[in-house]
């Protein structure tokens, strides 16, 4: 994907889910069907704030059955580059808006013979697509769900309505991983997403477990960080390009009209993945895409969310 | 055996058994040498979370190793004659079995490709067990005429045991029918017959 195939949307509902969340709905302004999509995918939403132009990824929390609205969570985030404060502060139904068709990079495993999901926090939304696209086609699953405080358990009284005793809810409570992951039948899948501590706890019980890693999935991405602003040099496109402190590489890029590739957004899905020829400086890797040893080695940088602190840069774009 | 063909080709590695609260064992004939070896290396403890299933299809043989395997005392073993008559039993266990089990695949290439297949079928990712080839490298093979499947195919070419035809057999391989396709080698000129080698042992 890069930055020619967005799709024109309205904004036709925000909804306060709680005094951190706030839930938008699109829909297309000529009334026809969104693209089709599956549980666990992810859109681009493309905010114009000012001069620039900041892109993000969100999941898909609306259910696939239903593509004449697409449905997406934001917490609001009071550190970040402004995105989730864009969203909260400025965004109201009518407001036309571009996004991205979905893609789907944690999708569920159709061939297993039962679903474990594992949710923490805001990391709920792309179950809410996929448990609705499972209770359709009538796949086993259960839901694990954690949330610090019951205001913070967004959408628990929707779930629990849906998919009634699947549900299982851990509200300022520890969910027991060892126990739960010990007691899976065979063919189980496991989901995971929610903040990065949680995952990480999550893949270490797994494999402590003994679960093989093709049974495990999970979804995070990294939020491109605020920073000092530095200057690239594209050395194909032969540019000298300026990223802004509230900027990621990959939005500068697209500013000064080079058509960059790009997936999730958000450090993950390798897709972006640039050469780097020439740095006088230190490349702050913020992916979880490269290895330790090729973040260390400087070669590459992944420009949605690294940055870049020192004299000289330049990339192979 | 080579394995340098198609990408569908399956390619076998050795045991290297890990952590886990339960190992499930799936051999036939030379197979059992690889659990036997193994366990020179486990401190016997290893068995007492562990299943078994060893098919012996030459009893008093060169490869039975059923005698050195019941010695490891294992939770639970099984001997069989066949794999075909073992199958129901390979499958309950995997479908009895809690995530986290470890699965290990040791003996002819068509045991680890058959057990493979139940892997699969009880919503295991394929990559998850370990193989070992151990003895035999005769072949299913699946008629891609009249789809029949032909098991303990040692020649190339072959005659497909359903409609008779003479097949090459390709390293083209399905994971879901666990087997090798066997495509018609003389379909123009029935009359040349290409001479019959021992390609599969
Ligand atoms: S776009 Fe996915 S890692 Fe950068």
């Keep these: 994907m890069s930055a020619n195939n967005m799709i024109d949307v309205v904004v036709t509902q925000v909804v306060e889910v709680n005094e951190l969340v706030k839930r938008f709905h699109f829909s297309r302004p000529d009334g026809l069907a969104l693209p089709a999509f599956s549980g666990g995918s992810h859109i681009i939403v493309e905010m114009s704030d000012g001069e620039h132009v900041r892109k993000s990824p969100y999941s898909l929390m609306s259910s696939p059955l239903d593509t004449s609205d697409y449905q997406i969570s ?13 969203m909260h502060r400025e965004v109201r139904p009518g407001m036309s808006m571009r996004i991205s068709a979905p893609a789907n990079l944690f999708p569920i495993n159709n061939r297993s013979t039962k679903h ?24 086993d699953f259960e839901l694990h769900y954690g949330a610090r405080t019951t205001e913070l358990a967004s959408y628990v009284d929707e779930l629990r309505a849906s998919i009634g005793r699947r549900l299982h809810a851990y509200i300022g409570e520890n969910i027991d991983f060892d126990d739960l992951l010990s007691r899976q039948p065979a063919g189980t899948h496991l989901y995971v997403c929610g903040p990065e501590p949680m995952i990480e706890l999550v893949l270490a019980k797994a494999a402590e477990n003994g679960w093989p890693k093709g049974h495990i999935h999970f979804e995070h991405f990294a939020k491109a960080p605020p920073g000092e602003p530095f200057t690239a040099y594209l050395s194909k496109s032969n540019k000298s390009i300026q990223v802004g402190k509230d900027q990621s590489l990959l939005e500068a890029m697209e500013e000064a009209g080079v058509d960059a590739p790009y997936l999730c957004r958000g450090g993950a899905c390798g897709q972006c993945e640039t050469t780097v020829v020439e740095a006088e400086g230190k490349i702050l890797h913020g992916d979880y895409w490269l290895d330790d040893e090729e973040k260390a080695a400087g070669n590459k940088i992944m420009p949605c969310v690294s940055r870049f602190c020192g004299s000289n840069l330049v990339i192979e774009r | 055996m080579s394995s340098e063909t198609i990408a569908s ?26 659990i036997v070896e193994l366990a020179q290396h486990l401190s016997s ?9 060893y098919i ?10 059923s005698d050195a395997i019941e010695a490891l005392q294992c939770s ?5 004659a066949s794999i075909d008559a073992a199958r129901g039993r390979i499958s309950n266990s995997l479908n009895r079995a809690k995530m986290g089990t470890q699965i290990y695949l040791a003996g002819s290439e068509q045991l680890l490709n058959v057990s493979t297949m139940l892997v699969i079928e009880a919503g295991y990712d394929h990559r998850s067990v370990q193989t070992e080839q151990r003895g035999s490298l005769a072949r299913r093979v699946q008629c891609v005429h009249c789809k029949g499947i032909t098991p303990d195919v040692i020649t190339q070419p072959t005659v497909c045991s359903h409609c008779g035809l003479l097949l090459l057999v390709r390293d083209h391989y399905s994971r879901r029918l666990a087997a090798f396709q066997g495509v018609n080698i003389n379909a123009e000129y029935p009359d040349d017959i290409p001479e019959t080698v021992e390609a599969f042992v």
């Design chain 1, 74 to 86: 934001i917490r609001r985030d009071d550190e970040g580059r402004g995105g989730s404060l864009y």
């Design chain 2, 56 to 65: 012996n299809s030459q009893p008093n043989s060169a490869s039975d190793h």
């Design chain 1, 116 to 139: 474990l999901m594992i949710a923490g926090g805001i990391g709920i939304t792309p179950f809410i697509a996929q448990t609705a696209q499972l209770l359709a086609t009538g796949g």
């Design chain 2, 9 to 34: 080709r399956p390619v076998y590695g050795s045991l290297a058994p890990v952590e886990s609260n339960y190992h499930l064992f799936i051999a036939d004939d030379h197979g059992g040498a690889a």
């Design chain 2, 45 to 53: 403890d290893f068995w007492t979370n562990c299943e078994i299933i």
């Design chain 2, 76 to 80: 639970k073993f099984y001997l069989g």
